[in-house]
């Protein structure tokens, strides 16, 4: 098992998961998982579905609560309700009102942040251009496609310009022009000191994440940045290297 | 504030789904009437078996659409036994004896009402004997029942939809991602209680209003005090609905619920008579909330009793509504615990 991530690192870390061990009922989903993310910087969480990623995130983003062991979040222990402010989700599932129109969702999710007036028109705007969604603004949130939806959900999780983002399979449906420009959205928030945690199982984005958890079982296999994950299995991609862990977790 | 960000989303779902606002308004609405049809119908003709009378009196029943058998003792009887007629008439010493078959009160008030009136134009002084052969006299008609109806279907319907919403609220994840936010679990809550609130306001006293004034259901009291409890009947039925939503997986399962918690209320609420049983199961009837609706609807509207005689009903809804509302939050705590 891996060491925290960037544990050399002088900086005091934005996210701090310690020993955390979650059961569902006699079901144990994660198994003494340690990670440390600094500010600023993209954590990819990898692993196949099933593996615990979403458990994972869910105990970060203070929604679910570790069994034994503790989250770590911007100085705070979660789960805080205070946090929340600071936190942006997005779920795996687009929890969407499909009966409203895509600005009733965001006027809604931005009043659950106390965003209102002005400043949450400027902010529906804004991230409604980000995703490239400003003209279905008005659109009736059930029709749109899923990879619509995806951004919506995006979108909504960028309102209140959190410092933390987690992210559950962002791209899932969204096709590569607007991932990647997607992506370089990502980095803008990075340099401007959001820190994020992002969940996928598509090979080519983990290499665009600053540092990876490989989450294999529950268990976290594997940490690094992708390049010294993919020198200490002697990998030329980060695909040989979760089957080569994959394959020694057993 | 959250709270009325949470109501006025529950209403704007509402606006954008015409087919639920159709449903909780217009279902009630068309049952009653359906049923003020059945148990109001005014034109029927009693079927009137005759074993003694003068010509005259059966001449007044023909030519008022009565359908009049000529019967002998014994054959009477088994014709009234058997439900072939709804009474019979025996004249004795200028005195007729109405004997009612009695199970279906429109039948009895039509037939009573149709020998009062003769009797009137005939000679007044005499008054008929009337007597039963099953049932009683003041039995339930729809005048009895209607307060309870109206009580009745708006819990139903209220249950239903609020169930059902937070359920979808949970299976689709928006829960999840409301908890994800610094919304606290009693805002949840009572964003709920309010925006259906508000909706029920509308539903409630559209449903009394049309019972009253269209369907004529007998009413002599204060009709804010009807609003006061239909309303409060809705807001116990949401607390209830989003609190047992939290035990169904999807809405089928929601729909399971009907038998075990809205139809036991029915028979326990005074719709049927309970009377006959015995105490200690009539008393299951006060840990029902319909039944508190139905006594404070019935004694505003039969009786015209005013707040004294009713405040100790509203006091138990709201008892009970402030009960699930505590249980709504504190089970919401399944989903967060902070």
């Known amino acids: ?250 | 504030m959250r709270v009325i960000a949470v109501m006025i989303r529950i209403l704007l779902q509402l606006k954008h789904d015409k087919r639920t606002i159709g449903l909780m308004i217009f279902a009630p609405i068309f049952v009653l009437t359906l049923m003020s049809f059945i148990f109001n119908g005014s034109d029927y003709h009693p079927k009137i078996g005759i074993t003694n009378a003068p010509n005259s009196f059966i001449n007044k029943l023909e030519d008022n659409y009565a359908r009049v058998t000529i019967y002998d003792e014994s054959e009477a009887h088994e014709a009234l036994n058997q439900a072939k007629v709804d009474a019979i008439i025996n004249f004795e010493s200028g005195v007729p004896n109405v004997k009612l078959e009695g199970s279906d009160p429109s039948k009895n008030g039509a037939v009573i009402k149709l020998i009062q009136n003769i009797m009137q134009q005939t000679s007044p002084t005499i008054k008929p004997d009337i007597t039963y052969l099953y049932g009683y006299e003041n039995m339930s008609s729809f005048d009895n029942f209607g307060p309870i109806l109206i009580g009745f279907f708006v819990f139903f319907f209220v249950f239903l939809i609020s169930g059902v919403s937070f359920l979808s609220e949970r299976t689709s994840g928006t829960l999840e991602r409301l908890l994800a936010t610094p919304l606290h679990r009693w805002e949840i809550v009572m964003g709920y209680l309010l925006g259906f609130g508000a909706f029920t306001i509308i539903q409630s006293s559209f449903i009394a209003w049309y019972s009253i004034n269209i369907l004529g259901i007998m009413m002599v009291g204060s009709f804010m005090l009807v609003i006061l409890i239909t309303i409060l009947t809705a807001l116990v039925a949401l607390t209830i609905g989003t609190f047992i939503s939290a035990y169904a997986d999807n809405e089928l399962q929601m729909i399971q619920f009907i038998p075990l918690i809205v139809v036991p209320q029915v028979f326990f609420s005074g719709l049927f008579d309970l009377s006959t049983m015995d105490t200690w199961l009539q008393f299951i009837g006060r840990f029902m909330p319909l039944w508190y609706a139905a006594d404070g609807l019935r004694n505003v509207m039969i009786r015209g009793k005013g707040w004294n005689d009713i405040q100790g009903d509203v006091y138990v809804l709201i008892s009970i509504c402030i009960f699930f509302i505590i249980a709504n939050v504190i089970t919401l705590k399944k989903y967060r615990k902070t």
């Open chain 1, 1 to 250: 098992m891996q060491e925290v991530i960037a544990k050399d690192a002088e900086s005091p870390l934005c996210i701090s998961v310690e020993h955390v061990n979650r059961f569902f009922g006699k079901k144990q989903v994660l198994f003494d998982i340690r990670l440390g993310v600094p500010y600023s910087q993209i954590l990819g969480l990898l692993g196949p579905s099933g593996s615990g990623k979403t458990t994972l995130v869910k105990v970060i983003a203070g929604i679910d609560t570790a069994t034994s062991g503790n989250v770590w979040l911007l100085g705070e222990k979660m789960p805080k309700l205070l946090l929340m402010n600071k936190i942006g989700y997005m779920a795996q599932s687009d929890a969407l009102y499909g009966e409203l129109t895509a600005e009733e969702n965001l006027r809604f999710f931005a009043s659950m942040y106390n965003l209102r007036g002005a400043k949450q028109k400027q902010r529906i705007a804004e991230v409604m251009s980000l995703v490239n969604l400003s003209e279905h603004l008005k659109k009736q949130v059930k029709q749109y496609s899923g990879g619509m939806k995806r951004r919506l959900s995006l979108a909504i999780s960028l309102l209140h310009e959190p410092q933390v983002l987690i992210l559950d399979e962002p791209t899932v449906g969204i096709d590569p022009v607007l991932r990647k420009s997607i992506w370089n959205e990502l980095y803008k928030l990075r340099d401007n000191g959001t820190t994020i945690i992002i969940t996928t199982h598509v090979m080519d984005e983990v290499e665009k994440c600053d540092y990876l958890g490989m989450i294999h079982d529950g268990k976290l296999i594997a940490s690094g940045t992708p390049n010294e994950i993919k020198n200490a299995t002697s990998s030329n991609t980060i695909e040989e290297a979760f089957l080569y862990y994959g394959g020694a977790s057993k």
